[in-house]
């Protein structure tokens, strides 16, 4: 009986419409589980809408619809939102049942350890954007038109901006291990970035600059303080592994 070296462990050859319906089964779940958190939501997603609104944007700026359906819009995308969010526990683990028969066990390892870190990674991100970023930019906004005209924000706009902002840096966070796959795979050198490391600090700088528009600079230097720590943190981690 001869044994394929090159298989994982348990793993078998299955046509691919048992994969494909194996993938579909999974999708369904995620899908189904989906619908329904969005369907419970959705009777709560106006007081969210008010809540969020309070939150992020400065007392004195009115809340306008332009359009008939803009609300409801909305509201269907923030509880779609939410229910992606607390689904995440569920796609990770639809997505790694169906990944583990095919998967060798470092691979495995591998994934136990990067998808938990990058979610905690997106989660810092997004907290930051939410937290400090989104409502600076509104109060640098209004503050600067306040004298000119009276803020109405689109409330389809302004939750464009803001779900935005919050997943750009969610995803921004996710340098480290961007940075740690590029070394590892031999794109960029390890002994480069830390040679060049005051090039990247004022590429880093001027991002936040532009991201964060704060005249008093707390919050740039903050957010910039932030992706340095995220930076030294990648190339602690390249050295290692």
Not at 88 to 99: Q, R, T
Not at 126 to 150: E, Q
């Amino acid at each position: 009986m001869s044994v394929n070296y090159d298989m994982p462990p348990g793993d078998r050859e299955l046509p691919l419409m048992v994969h494909l319906a194996e993938l579909r089964s999974r999708l369904l779940t995620i899908f189904g589980a989906v619908t329904i958190i969005a369907a419970v939501v959705f009777p709560f997603s106006g007081k969210l809408l008010h809540i969020i609104w309070s939150d992020l944007i400065p007392p004195g700026a009115e809340m306008v619809v332009y359009g008939p359906w803009e609300i409801i819009t909305i509201r269907i995308m923030l509880s779609l939102i939410c229910a992606f969010v607390i689904g995440v526990p569920l796609f990770i683990y639809e997505l790694l049942a169906f990944m583990k028969p095919g998967l060798f066990p470092s691979e495995r390892r591998f994934l136990l350890i990067v998808v938990p870190f990058s979610l905690l990674l997106f989660i810092a991100g997004a907290a930051i954007g939410y937290f400090l970023v989104v409502p600076t930019l509104f109060k640098f906004m209004i503050f600067h038109s306040s004298d000119v005209a009276i803020a109405q924000l689109s409330i389809g706009r302004t939750f464009s901006v803001v779900m935005t902002t919050v997943a750009g840096f969610g995803l921004i966070f996710q340098l480290p291990l961007l940075m740690v796959f590029a070394v590892k795979m031999g794109l960029v050198k390890y002994k480069s970035l830390r040679e060049k490391r005051w090039l990247v600090y004022g590429g880093l700088l001027a991002f936040a600059m532009l991201a964060t528009p704060d005249p008093t600079m707390i919050s740039q230097l903050i957010v910039a303080t932030m992706l340095v720590v995220l930076f030294e943190l990648s190339l602690l981690i390249a050295r290692f592994l």
